[in-house]
């Protein structure tokens, strides 16, 4: 499934094999610049980079996935990282647990509250767990096509709701207006780990949002 942005110069399709590493090093400078959490707590590009490449060591993840290419140049200009809310993580994430484990358990508090009114099979429930664009991309409607692109072909592979935590002010606002609603909050200031509170420099955004939407109709 491919979507031309004619307008944009920028093409979108579900991301393979050969997209992975490219994706891994866009998210991990994407994210340890930009994403609050991870520069709260400092997370180096490398290690993001290499928690993506961990996580698409799934071809759950890689199928679910979408990348934004400029159709000029060929760049990586956006992705979105897609799992299976109902499939653990695979094996290769185990080892950067330590090194994620303020976020990994700031997360799990939403996570939980939302497996606990939702009963998730596999294959029904999609987890959209990073989305990021281009610097010299921002505000051209990249995102927002990334997320759509992300939700057709969960839809096409049968998933019927789409979950997300958005992490900052602008995703949670990119999630309200492709149809996903909050259903829980979590403030970065109140979250406390082992004496200590690794997200209180975040300030202007209050905290993360566990977002819905339903994409498909049961039955």
Partial sequence: ????????????????????????????????????????????????AELVRALCS??????????????????LVGAVLASDFAVPPPEAVEPLVPTFIPLFAFLEQLDGQYSAIRQIEDGRCLHLFMIGTADDRTGQ???????????????????????????????????????FRELFFARYEEFEMDGKRPFQSIKDHQGCALMEAKIAIDG
């Avoid at 979108?12 to 094999?17: C, K, P, Q």
């Avoid at 759950?60 to 060929?74: E, F, I, K, Q, W």
């Fill in 58 to 75: 799934s071809p759950v993840t890689t199928g679910l996935s979408a990348v934004a290419r400029d159709t000029g140049s060929g760049k």
């Fill in 141 to 179: 409607g990249i995102a927002g096509s990334l997320l759509r692109t992300c939700l057709t072909n969960g839809q096409e592979r049968g998933y019927l709701s789409a979950v997300a935590e958005a992490t900052s002010k602008a995703s949670k606002a990119l999630f309200g207006k492709h149809g």
């Fill in 1 to 48: 499934m491919i979507d031309q942005n004619l307008e944009a110069a920028v093409i979108y399709s579900v991301a393979s094999a050969t997209d992975i590493a490219e994706m891994a090093q866009f998210l991990g400078d994407c994210f340890s610049r930009r994403e609050p959490p991870a520069v709260a707590a400092g997370f180096p590009a490398d290690k993001i």
